[in-house]
């Protein structure tokens, strides 16, 4: 590829490949892929479901384009895959989205072609699962006839101060040439690149990061649950711990999202095909994903505290999505918490403005909110959109807690 025209394709326009391709396209004629044509549509009329970027951010460069037509991809010569890598009910990798983007792709592959992955896996699925794919798709041999490469997504939803252009990117191939080409790219994305020849490095590195922060964030969880059930202020323990020059300072939390209660699954079925047994690696993860039974058990002690039994009262519950700022529903256990307050409560509305109701959700949300008709106001997730209804509650003095 040494003295062709670059042409980049992005495959996925979520979370994490449209920043990519947005910030691509300023630089280099670039076309963005998703299978999901509603997407698309939304995309073309400068709507953003994600509220991640506003209608400006979404026009494009002349020469760049999006598409839901994998035909309109044959012309290019550079594919970057940013699918989700969810898990299955029991928690096994789910790598069917890799597979029909690899699918995909095959159907356009051309000689001396390369496509880097940005995915979560575990190591090995870059070559030996993706790359196998690719082979049999097209009949072209890898590291031969095309290359592939692996630099792990570093993007985080409704973060502003670590947006895309200000991370620091890896980038890993087993091909000197392929690592130029791709450090060309991603130098366009990013100020900084780091350059790793092993692959399963890189992969390694992706889940580790995640498991790191889902680990430290279960034990803040774990010590909440006995300063909390112990009636000890969490807060002034955490910011006294905190005076010591090597505490690491991290905040309890219901962790949802498309990474942190994914990625140590992944690692852990990786471990396991080599007899190793990860006890601390899930252990955070068990306490992290339940701990929206211990809030329940907070939310009833507060009710009782004034009063008030959860069985006869009307609760309004402020947010849904996974965190803060964003309208991102996968893996959010504030939906678990609902399900359990609805179950046991006289009555349960939901307000969240940023989300979409999925269809299959039996929750009750809502568009407008009188403070006064509930018993309890419960802020589960704290979007910058509720501020000013936090400032008429405590006007007010209504019965309200903030979780966490």
Known sequence: MKNRIIKPCIIGLGYVGLPLFLRLQKKINTIGYDSNYLRIKELKSHLDRNYEFKKNDLILKKNSSITSDYKKTKHCNFFIVAVPTPVLKNNKPDLTYLKKSCETIGKVLKKNDIVFFESTVFPGITENYCGKILEKITGLKLDIDFFIGYSPERINPGDKKHSIDKVVKIISANKFSTLEVGKKIYKKVVKKVVINKNIKEAESAKVIENIQRDLNIGLMNEIYK??????????????????????????????????????????????????????????????????????????????????????????????????????????????????????????????????????????????????????????????????????EIRNKKLNYIKLF
């Not at 112990?230 to 498309?258: D, Q």
């Not at 996974?322 to 939906?335: Q, T």
């Not at 299959?360 to 909110?369: E, G």
């Open 226 to 391: 006995v300063c909390e059930s112990s009636r000890i202020n969490f807060k002034n323990v955490i910011n006294l711990a905190s005076t010591k020059w090597n505490f690491i300072k991290f905040n309890p939390g219901l962790v949802g999202g498309h990474c942190l209660p994914v990625d140590p699954y992944y690692y852990s079925h990786f471990a396991k095909s080599y007899g190793v047994s990860t006890e601390i690696l899930l252990a955070g993860r068990r306490v992290n994903n339940s701990m929206f039974k211990f809030i329940f058990q907070k939310i009833k002690y507060e009710l009782k505290k004034n009063g008030l039994k959860l069985n006869k009262s009307k609760i309004l519950l402020l947010g849904l999505s996974y965190k803060k700022n964003v309208s991102d529903l996968r893996n959010s256990f504030v939906i678990n918490l609902a399900e359990l307050i609805n179950k046991n409560s006289l009555k349960l509305d939901i307000f969240d403005p940023l989300i979409s109701k999925p269809k299959s959700m039996k929750l009750k949300l809502i568009n407008r909110i009188k403070l006064k008709n509930y018993d309890l106001i419960i802020n589960a997730v704290d979007h910058n959109i509720f501020k000013k209804i936090i400032s």
